[in-house]
Structures are given as structure tokens and as C-alpha cells.
């Protein structure tokens, strides 16, 4: 088949953010098999390099995506939630119909609930078939900010919950197919919209962790954050992390907030005890340096590939319901944590106990590797794709 896979962000293994990363596996994998066309946005200097030394131009095209071309798309489409709208872009509306007519497409693979808004293509070529791959329900982070704010900013993220629960649900229903990364997502999906047609793929985490080596010594007491610090949700859990840290009975530990695009206020709380990587080129063997990962999310939806990645590398995790969501909802291998003193109990235990830490690092790897194979994910692909 000739297949288009359209995008937000460029896909890639070697992406900075696990969105990116996986986007990157199922690309890899479509083609195995069929042809692949590529379209998506270039948001930074990383984003541009990657197109250029990953993708050849007779098989993929990227739209450039600046502070400004998003500003102007959001005015020119008030309709639509501010996060899709600055995709609606005319540019990459011309590219589609282009490709499609050129290459011959047989179907059209969207990521991302934004890469919805492009369904109306079907419109245009109703042969096409549109598979639509939710990394989150959408709606459901945004009825989270609702929750969490106050005033002006409550009143603009009510509006948004309801423009994107109006678009999301559009978007799911007219779609051929719709792929959550978790049964929670699916469940989620089905309830909100009605859904009869949604399928649970594996997200893919970045690595292969059978063929790791873990030659790297793990610092004592070391604790470990991980995320892309550009995200609201990853922010505001690193500097809750430091908090919660700084009450330890045993001040001499190391914490690490690893990720990249760090906020400068978050880079002001660095210190002796506390180190802001930036980004990192192979970040395994960095979260390979810590005995124990540690993630209080309060916001955010969809499965957290950064909690899959840390157990999958034999971290014991502690985290939040939010963190826990698809994953390990009951806490069988993970510790839940809501409050700080919760978070400041479970870490204690770990950091103090090596055995239970070797017990939960057995445990969490087995999970991971049992639960979350990516084999699982061929087999929808070739499904949808026969």
C-alpha cells in the first residue's frame, strides 16, 4: 500500500520527546512493508536536522512551523482549539492534496487528535482510508487545566475543553480507524464519543531493553526525573520533585531532572544536590546512573512513555495516578503517590532498602517487557494495512 503518515512533529527514534520517538518506531515499521510518505511540521533547529540526515525529499516533506505562521493560523481559525489551530495550515493543506494525487495514497495515518482537523480529505478522495492515532484524549487533558486554574485562565481553558471536545469527537467518529495507546484511552474514547472502532496499540519507548548495557555505576541516594521540560505537566512535576526532595530525612542525595528545553526558572533551582541535564544524547545510560525514578504528575493525559522507559530499564518508579494511567493503574509494580508526604514515604523506602530495590527492578523490567511489546503493534498494523 501506499501509505501518508502526517504528523505535528517530525517522526523520528531519535526525537527529543517520546511522542516524537514513537512516531518514529511506527514509521519505521509501516515501512517494512508498504510504501511511506512522510508530512509533517519542522518546530526547531533538532527537528531540521533530523529531517535532513533521516528523510529523503522523494519520500517526505516538511512544512516549517514558526512562532509566527502558528500565530497567524490561530487567528485565522478561532474555531478550533488553539493547540490544532496552529496547525491549520494552508501550506501543509496544499502538500496534502498534492501528495495524495502524486503518490497515489491508499491511506492516510494521522498522529496526534490536531492531525484530525485534515479528515476533510476523504471529502476529496473518499476511496482513502484515515486512521487516527489518539496519544492522549485530548479532552481529558484539558478538563485537567480546568480543574487546576483559577479565573481568566479557568474561563479560556473551559472554552478550549469545549472546542476540542467538539473537534475530537468529529474527528473520531468520521475516522476509519482510531488507535489509543492504552485500554484506559480506549475506554476513555468509547465512553466520551460512542465509539465501536477503537483498537489499543503499544506505544513504542525508545529502546530495545534486552539489548541495553547497564555498565554504568549508580550513584547513592540518586533520584531521577524525566521529560520534555517544554510541557506544562513535565515543568511543574520537576519542581514539585525538588520540593519534595528537599524535606528527605537524608540530605545527601542526588537528584536529576533529565529532558530537554529546561525552563529558566527551573534551571535557577539547580544546585549542589539537584542537576538539570538539558538534553542528552543517549539518555539511558543518564537514568542508568539513578537507583530510583520518581514522577508527581498533576497534569497531563495518555500513557507517560517516560514511566514505561524508567521501569523498562529496571528503575524502581514511583508516580502519581496520573503517571500510573494505562500502565499500572493498581499499583502492582509501580508506587502510587498522591500527596508530598506519600511521595517523601515511598522514596525513603527505596533509597534506604537495596533489596527492595533489586526486587522492584526484576519486577518492573518483566512487567514491561510482558505487557508493552511491540509485536503487538505489528499485528494492528498489519490488520489495518492488509
Known amino acids: 500500500m501506499n501509505i501518508l503518515h502526517i504528523s505535528p512533529y517530525v517522526p523520528s527514534i531519535h526525537a527529543s520527546h517520546a511522542g516524537g520517538v514513537c512516531m518514529g518506531k511506527e514509521v519505521e515499521t509501516l515501512k517494512e512493508k508498504h510504501n511511506v510518505f512522510v508530512l ?15 528523510y529523503d525529499k522523494t519520500n517526505s516533506l516538511f512544512i516549517k512551523s514558526t512562532s509566527f505562521t502558528k500565530a497567524v493560523n490561530a487567528i485565522m481559525h478561532p474555531w478550533r482549539p488553539l493547540f490544532f489551530s496552529i496547525r491549520s495550515s494552508y501550506a501543509f493543506k496544499k502538500r496534502l492534496k498534492e501528495i495524495i494525487e502524486k503518490k497515489s495514497i491508499d491511506a492516510v495515518h494521522a498522529e496526534f487528535t490536531s492531525m484530525g482537523q485534515f479528515i476533510w480529505i476523504k471529502k ?36 478550549q475543553a469545549y472546542l476540542v471536545k467538539r473537534c475530537e469527537e468529529k474527528y473520531c467518529n468520521l475516522a476509519d480507524h482510531v488507535l ?20 489499543v496499540m503499544v506505544p513504542f519507548y525508545g529502546l530495545d531493553f534486552n539489548k541495553v548495557e547497564k555498565k554504568t555505576e549508580k550513584m547513592k541516594n540518586s533520584i531521577c526525573f524525566i521529560g520534555n521540560m517544554s510541557r506544562k505537566e513535565n515543568d511543574l512535576a520537576a519542581k514539585k520533585l525538588i520540593d519534595i526532595c528537599s524535606k528527605l530525612s537524608n540530605q545527601e542525595f ?67 495516578h496520573v503517571g500510573a494511567e494505562g500502565i499500572d493503574e493498581e499499583g ?13 514515604k515511598s522514596i525513603e523506602l527505596l533509597i534506604n532498602d537495596p533489596d527492595l530495590r533489586k526486587e522492584k527492578a526484576i519486577q518492573s523490567k518483566k512487567f514491561i517487557l510482558t505487557k508493552f511489546s511491540w509485536d503487538k503493534t505489528k499485528k494492528i498494523f498489519n490488520s489495518i494495512y492488509n
Do not use: W
Open 332 to 344: 502492582e509494580v509501580l508506587f502510587l503517590a498522591e500527596a508530598d508526604d506519600e511521595f517523601l
Open 40 to 54: 509533517s511540521f519542522i518546530n526547531d533547529e533538532k527537528e531540521q536536522k533530523i529531517a535532513q540526515e533521516e
Open 254 to 320: 542526588n537528584l536529576t531532572i533529565i529532558g530537554a528545553y529546561p525552563s529558566d526558572e527551573l534551571l535557577k533551582m539547580e544546585s549542589d544536590k539537584v542537576h538539570i541535564t538539558g538534553f542528552v544524547d543517549v539518555i539511558e545510560d543518564e537514568i542508568l546512573k539513578h537507583e530510583i525514578a520518581v514522577f508527581p504528575l498533576t497534569l497531563g493525559a495518555g500513557i507517560k512513555l517516560k514511566v514505561l522507559l524508567a521501569c523498562g530499564l529496571g528503575l524502581p518508579v514511583v508516580t502519581s
Open 124 to 159: 476529496k478522495f473518499p476511496n482513502i482510508s484515515f486512521t487516527l492515532v489518539e496519544h492522549d484524549v485530548t479532552k481529558q487533558s484539558y478538563d485537567r487545566q480546568v480543574e487546576d486554574t483559577k479565573g481568566v485562565k479557568r474561563l479560556f481553558y473551559r472554552v
Open 180 to 199: 489509543t495507546l492504552n485500554e484506559k484511552d480506549k475506554r476513555l474514547v468509547e465512553n466520551y464519543y460512542n465509539l465501536k472502532k477503537v483498537e
